[in-house]
C-alpha cells in the first residue's frame, strides 16, 4: 500500500510503503502527485519502506512509465528502510535516475528527513 502524505514547504512529499504495491496503488496514488509536479515544479521525496516485499509486476511497469514521464520534476529522493535488499535496490535504481537517490536506515530516519529539506 501507498500512503501520500502533504507536500511541505520545502517541497517534500513523505509517501509510506508497506507490504507489496500493486498496480492499485500507483493509480491511486500517481495522478495526485502529477498534480503536485504540475503545480509547484521539481519535488523531492522522502518515502518510509514498512515490511515492503517488493512489486507485482504491473505495479513495477507503472513505476517506470511514471519515473520516466516525470523524470525531470524530480528533486533528492531519500528512501528509508529495513533491509540491505532494500539498499541494493536503491543503488540499482539510482542508476537510472538523474536525481541524487540515497537511501538510510530506520535508525537513520533523522539524518534522512535533515538531508532531504
Do not use: C
Request: glycine share 6%.
Amino acid at each position: 500500500m501507498l500512503t501520500l502524505g502533504q507536500l511541505n514547504e520545502n517541497k517534500v512529499v513523505t509517501i509510506h510503503v508497506q507490504g507489496k504495491l500493486t498496480k492499485t496503488d500507483y493509480e491511486r496514488v500517481l495522478p495526485d502527485i502529477e498534480i503536485m509536479m504540475n503545480e509547484h515544479g521539481v519535488l523531492k521525496f522522502y518515502i518510509k519502506l514498512e515490511d515492503f516485499s517488493g512489486f507485482d509486476m504491473d505495479a513495477l511497469w507503472e513505476d517506470i512509465k511514471f519515473d520516466y514521464k516525470q523524470q525531470k520534476q524530480y528533486g533528492k529522493i531519500a528512501i528509508v528502510g529495513q533491509k540491505q535488499w532494500e539498499e541494493w535496490g536503491v543503488k540499482l535504481s539510482d542508476l537510472f535516475f538523474k536525481s541524487e537517490v540515497k537511501f538510510f536506515y530506520e535508525e537513520q530516519a533523522e539524518q534522512a528527513w535533515q538531508w532531504i529539506n
